[in-house]
């Protein structure tokens, strides 16, 4: 047996369990294959997402030197015919991994961890009693609730009536989640607690709100302590409004808009020059052909930080011209893979390289450099990992919403402008599947300012495009909807007449009254 030490990963393991969520697409029952689709090949993707390396060549070539020989060509019929019972199984469902994101350190990946700090838990588990047996202990998790709620549930281990409200102490728990920390205090554990608060029966809850004491009662009412309870959730976290509307777009998750058409491979990697002979720029483009005649479970993945390494290498060559480059990206970047390996990547200095160019060229900026810059920018939001971070990262965000913001004022050309809405429209709709999860933003609020005044000008300018205006309108209603009602957000929609500007849209198209009519409700 052979031991080959890979390297060492410092990504958390919220991270690495997302991007294995992400690989049940990939790797199902269905298309195991034990010579062409097998666990070698699961291993080198993810050392690749790991280690920005794959496995050895000599490993994930194995089974091909086997089917070379005459020996492996007849055993392969009836090694398929053995695995035939055992791989025709229902493909298992696309995960879908409910990211979240609360600020962002390094290459933020470390921050998709701490998305159960979002309501200000700092790190607690959710979803169960913590039991307090010192006063230090109980300061900490009441501090820990002080944006939300906590219910003190005090009681003894001689005190028979409490035992029969534990069970649905511990149900309330769970369905609080992290929107309330219950607490359980043995008295006969914690005197200077029972001291401190003056508890002279048990079983006595004590409930607090936004750090400040609520409610006291006393007694084993399974029916008062839910009550009780829910009725507090409710008041720490009210429904927005929005929610009580019918919105049939504006109140579902939606999947980010995505460019994987393939174009020529031969004539689009001619225009590199030589450096199209490069083997990454070949690997790549035998992925690309592999994954769209086969699918992404036939598809190996090449050699990424080659991959990356080209690029990079070739940014700023003037003998290469970019477009022919990050179009052959775009087209590998709609599998998850991918781009979760993207998302990994330290700095993230490539993809900051790519959204920042067309910025940097200004008016000289080809035509056919800013609409494949603009696709592939949409097509990193199938990676959730990534597309949380293009939202929370500065270094990210910035350039991204500055190629939106350009690409929407190109008057010459609609195909920018649907490609600008589409990639506006993608981050609209990350930021919104948080507020349906009734989680923070990811987006900063002055972002979404920023990016809510572009869609506005650029939707009462749009006169051409029905695919635009669709995309315009769908970006500024999942802005809008839930937002923070004493917030900039709203009251930036409300100076600038967005009502009237989103209304002023029924006459374009009868197919958009509806569209229009949501996004209406939520401006009101």
Not at 44 to 58: E, K, S, T, V
Not at 71 to 79: D, E, I, S, V
Not at 495 to 512: I, R
């Amino acid at each position: 047996m052979e031991i080959i030490p890979l390297g060492k990963t410092d990504l958390p393991m919220d991270v690495i369990l997302e991007y294995l969520d992400s690989l049940k697409q990939v790797y199902t029952m269905e298309s195991y294959d034990l010579f062409m689709h097998n666990c070698n090949n699961f291993t080198n993707d993810f050392a690749m997402f790991l280690l920005g390396r794959g496995i050895p060549d000599h490993i994930t070539s194995l089974p091909q030197t086997v089917l070379n020989t005459p020996f492996g060509q007849m055993l392969k019929p009836q090694l398929d015919n053995a695995m035939r019972g055992i791989t025709q199984a229902p493909v298992a469902p696309a995960a879908i991994p409910q990211n979240g994101v609360n600020g962002v350190q390094g290459n933020g990946l470390s921050s998709v961890s701490n998305q159960r700090h979002a309501n200000g838990f700092d790190g607690l588990p959710t979803g169960q009693v913590h039991h307090a047996t010192t006063l230090k202990k109980l300061d900490m998790l009441l501090n820990s609730a002080k944006n939300s709620c906590a219910v003190i549930f005090f009681t003894s281990a001689t005190c028979p009536p409490c035992k029969l409200v534990y069970p649905a102490y511990d149900e309330l728990a769970a369905e609080a989640g992290d929107k309330a920390v219950l607490i359980k205090v043995d008295l006969s554990e914690a005197y200077e607690i029972g001291s401190k608060y003056q508890v002279r029966a048990t079983p006595t809850f004590m409930s607090f709100l936004k750090g400040v004491k609520e409610n006291e009662w006393v007694g084993a009412s399974e029916s008062q302590l839910r009550g009780n309870v829910r009725m507090l959730i409710q008041m720490a976290h009210p429904p927005h409004p929005h929610t009580k509307l019918r919105l049939r777009t504006l109140q579902r998750r939606h999947k980010p808009v995505t460019y994987a058409k393939i174009p020529p491979l031969d004539k689009l990697i001619s225009k590199m020059g030589a450096r199209g002979t490069d083997s990454a720029v070949t690997a790549l483009k035998d992925f690309v052909r592999t994954r769209e005649a086969s699918g992404a479970p036939d598809a190996p993945l090449p050699s990424l930080p080659a991959v990356t390494s080209f690029i990079q290498n070739t940014q700023n060559d003037p003998q290469v011209p970019s477009f022919p480059v990050i179009d052959l990206l775009r087209c590998a970047m709609v599998d998850p893979r991918v781009s979760g390996y993207f998302a990994a990547e330290h700095s993230h200095s490539t993809i900051i390289d790519i959204l920042s160019k067309p910025q940097g060229l200004g008016d000289t900026c080809p035509y056919n450099l800013r609409i494949v810059t603009l696709q592939l920018a949409c097509n990193l939001f199938t990676s959730s990992i990534l597309a949380a971070q293009l939202l929370q990262d500065p270094a990210l965000c910035t350039p991204l919403l500055e190629l939106i913001t350009s690409s929407l004022l190109d008057t010459h050309h609609p195909q920018v402008r649907v490609a600008a809405a589409s990639l506006a429209f993608n981050m609209a709709a990350t930021n919104h599947a948080k507020r349906l999860d009734e989680k923070e933003d990811l987006m900063a609020e002055y972002r979404q300012l920023e990016l809510m005044a572009s869609l506005l000008e650029s939707l009462s300018n749009e006169n051409d495009s029905k695919d635009g205006i669709r995309g315009l309108l769908t970006a500024i209603g999942l802005l809008a909807y839930a937002a923070p009602r004493e917030g900039e957000l709203v009251e930036l929609c409300n100076a600038l007449g967005a009502k009237e500007t989103v209304g002023a849209k029924k006459a374009f198209s009868e197919d958009l009254k509806e569209l229009v009519n949501e996004v209406e409700q939520v401006l009101a």
